[in-house]
């Protein structure tokens, strides 16, 4: 005679631990009653993780676009203030801002100061500034 436990349709008992400590025979429901947590929990994961990364990609690009017009106000700066013409310093800062970017110069006695602005890449109206002083130098 063969063990109780092998004999033909009957199936071998499950350690409680296997399966939560339920008494009763293992099904598919109580044995996969995880699955498709997964599925879920990714389904409602990857919304933030896609917004998380749009307000990353939205912030570099912010950056990116605030020091291009720094660069462009500084570098328009330094033209205006060795007697550029304005068109000239306009041209020099919307080829490092972009050619979109506004440009403002404003002339106080021995001083320049431009203001370059420009709109940034995305869906919000959102704008980057850099603004540069410099001190016009004398004619020759």
């Keep these: 005679m063969s063990h109780p436990c092998r004999?033909?349709?009957?199936?071998?008992?499950?350690?409680?631990?296997?399966?939560?400590?339920?008494?009763?025979?293992?099904?598919?429901?109580?044995?996969?009653g995880q699955r498709g947590s997964v599925t879920a929990e990714l389904a409602l994961l990857l919304p933030a993780v896609v917004v998380v990364l749009l307000v990353c990609a939205t912030l570099g690009a912010a950056a990116i676009g605030q020091l291009q017009c720094a660069d462009a106000a500084r570098a328009a700066a330094r033209a205006a203030a060795i007697g550029e013409p304005?068109?000239?310093?306009?041209?020099?800062?919307?080829?490092?801002?972009?050619?979109?970017?506004?440009?403002?110069?404003?002339?106080?006695?021995?001083?320049?100061?431009?203001?370059?602005?420009?709109?940034?890449v995305g869906a919000?109206?959102?704008?980057?500034?850099?603004?540069?002083?410099?001190?016009?130098?004398?004619?020759?």
């Design 124 to 140: 919000l109206e959102l704008s980057a500034r850099g603004t540069a002083r410099a001190w016009v130098e004398p004619a020759p």
């Design 7 to 32: 004999r033909p349709g009957r199936r071998r008992p499950v350690p409680a631990a296997l399966h939560g400590g339920r008494r009763g025979p293992v099904t598919a429901s109580s044995a996969g």
């Design 86 to 120: 304005a068109a000239a310093v306009a041209a020099v800062a919307r080829d490092l801002a972009g050619a979109h970017a506004q440009v403002h110069v404003d002339r106080e006695g021995e001083w320049v100061e431009v203001t370059v602005t420009r709109p940034l």
